[in-house]
């Protein structure tokens, strides 16, 4: 998955998935939320 495509489900900028990734910022509770649905994933497995 892109993370245009990622940034699509979640309904942010592409911009913002990348400064996730680069680790600039943090996605919030909500996004945090979507994203532990979007890859079957716990919150602690997200996080580490």
Partial sequence: MT???LANMLEV???TVSAW???VCEP???LLAKLCDIFDE???GILS
Avoid: N
Wanted: proline share 0%.
């Fill in 21 to 23: 990734e680069k680790q």
């Fill in 42 to 44: 716990t919150f602690d």
């Fill in 13 to 15: 900028d592409q911009r």
């Fill in 3 to 5: 993370q245009k495509q």
């Fill in 28 to 30: 919030s509770f909500e």
